[in-house]
């Protein structure tokens, strides 16, 4: 049986299907698009992104649940379009994370949440930002998609 409240649970819970959601977003635009940044580099990020999760739900014994998003997240026309669906998902993303770190005072869990918040907010939300105007990441067109 976990320590945690089930506020804490269903908290950790919905940051890994969001990040889940993000990995496998970010993978089928690759599949699609190719290797292409900030895609690329964000991909990598989501993955240590869920490892800094799995350690909290093994410190406290609970289960991982299995990513349900393989197959089923929304494909994109172009890396232009994937790009702006990204500068959407990270701005989800940041209410998200600030609503979820009001469902603990364990310093653990709150340090991982402010860390994903802010790696969404200061690193993947103007690396997207930046594609979507057609800057930076890649040069034309590279651009990668969101995690609605």
Not at 31 to 52: C, L, Q, T, W, Y
Not at 61 to 71: A, I, K, R
Not at 74 to 95: F, P, T, W
Request: with cysteine; proline share 4%.
């Amino acid at each position: 049986m976990s320590l945690l409240t089930e506020s804490e649970i269903n908290a950790l819970n919905e940051a890994l299907d969001d990040e889940y959601h993000a990995w496998t977003t970010y993978d089928q635009v690759i599949a699609d698009f190719g290797e292409v940044p900030p895609f690329s580099n964000i991909r990598e990020a989501e993955a240590r992104h869920i490892g800094a999760l799995y350690a909290l739900y093994a410190r406290y014994g609970l289960q991982v649940p299995e990513n349900p998003w393989q197959g089923k997240v929304e494909r994109y026309a172009s890396l232009q379009a994937a790009c702006e669906a990204g500068v959407a998902a990270e701005i989800a993303n940041g209410k998200m994370y600030e609503r979820l770190l009001g469902a603990t005072q364990r310093p653990d869990i709150l340090t991982v949440l402010r860390n994903l918040h802010e790696a969404s907010q200061q690193r993947h939300l103007p690396a997207f930002q930046r594609c979507a105007q057609g800057i930076g990441g890649g040069g034309r067109g590279r651009h990668r998609g969101g995690r609605a």
